[in-house]
């Protein structure tokens, strides 16, 4: 029995092109585990507060490096997209929403607003 080589033996995600929904909706899981770390960091930045002045400055030099800088700036968009993809699920619960292009122009809006909504927050 003669095989194609080209194909590949078990399916992968370099086979398929996953649709925008099936992006967001992995990334709606990762964001959700991030906040969840970048919670715990915020408990030990306010421990730090609560230590006193030798352990919150501490904390603010820490806090002014740039990569640190874009970890929380990247914790403000994983929050402002949880919400969003939040308030997407809210709908769908109400049963609506659910054709093909109606899922691709939320996931879009989605995107847009929780892009939107970190910006201002950066303002």
């Known amino acids: 029995m003669a095989s ?5 033996i078990s399916p992968h995600l370099q086979a398929y092109k ?11 899981r ?18 730090a507060t609560a230590d006193g002045a030798t352990s919150y400055t501490a904390m603010q030099e820490v806090m002014s490096a740039w990569l640190i800088k874009l970890l929380y700036w ?4 994983a929050l402002f997209f949880h919400l969003c ?5 809210l709908i769908w619960d109400a049963g609506r ?23 201002a927050a950066l303002v």
Not at 18 to 28: K, Q, R, V
Not at 85 to 89: Q, S
């Open 4 to 8: 194609n080589n080209n194909r590949p």
């Open 18 to 28: 996953l649709p925008l929904t099936g992006i967001i909706s992995i990334t709606h």
């Open 30 to 47: 990762i964001t959700g585990v991030l906040l969840s770390v970048g919670l715990v960091v915020i408990v030990f930045m306010i421990s």
């Open 74 to 77: 990247g914790f403000i968009y």
């Open 85 to 89: 993809h939040g308030v997407r699920h």
């Open 97 to 119: 929403s659910f054709d093909r292009k109606t899922l691709n122009c939320y996931a879009l809006i989605e995107l847009i607003v929780s892009a939107t909504l970190t910006l």
